[in-house]
């Protein structure tokens, strides 16, 4: 196999799956609908700080749409049988991983962009890192749409994954710095939040929508580091669950 075979074999998969799983309406919808809701829920205690919220939102946007079409979509080709028999093609367990996270890559993307465009509008954002900004969506979407494939080959049934995937989302959510600063936190919280990848994407994101560069080349490399990690992590529970 060449890599020209290796990259035919990925964006085969990615197609596939964009086709079969993601782009459906409700799916879309869902991915959109939920951060927004969730976000109104805390601005009624201050809706002068709702356009604060802006980077976190779209954050969360990435979080959800990856996270959540990932651990359907591998476990339910599970279950079925489909992804045994992607694996008799002549194609690297590396190369199906790929292009099962490209897959949660482009349909988080799309729903990003989207509460990108709808927090530019209605919550006055700005973007003055244009480049600073795009590159840290992608990293965001990219380490989460891992993490969602790294639950998946890790349980059997779709529930499964959903559950626990909520055990890493919600506490991304309220520790993140999304509602509340991290400074603001109890320290043993504080050190918690450092732990989770979603906390460098939101330092970032605000820092390319005020200006503010800060810390923003280290959480560039943090969240290389992350994608770097559970993409060989999901890489290796996928092949150890083929040899059980």
Known sequence: MTIYDELEGILAILEKDLRAYYFKPPNIS?????PIVLALSFSLRNPE????????????????????????????EKRVGALERLQLAPIADVSIIIGK???????????SLVMTALVTVFLGAEITNLSLFILTLLLTLIVHSAL??????????????????????FPMIFLCGIFLPLDEMPIVLQYLARLLPLTYSVDTLSA???????????NILILITYCIILLITSVLFFRKNNDN
Do not use: C, D, H
């Open 30 to 34: 869902w991915g959109i609908l939920f």
């Open 49 to 76: 700080g709702l356009g604060e919220l802006a980077p976190g939102l779209i954050a969360m946007t990435a979080l959800f749409g990856t996270t959540s079409m990932e651990a359907i979509v591998i476990t339910f």
């Open 101 to 111: 996270v490209l897959g949660g890559t482009v349909f988080g993307l799309i729903i």
């Open 148 to 169: 969602g494939a790294l639950v998946a080959v890790s349980v059997k049934e779709v529930f499964e994954a959903q559950t626990l995937s909520n055990y890493f989302r």
């Open 208 to 218: 390319s929508m005020s200006g503010y560069s800060g810390s923003s080349l280290l």
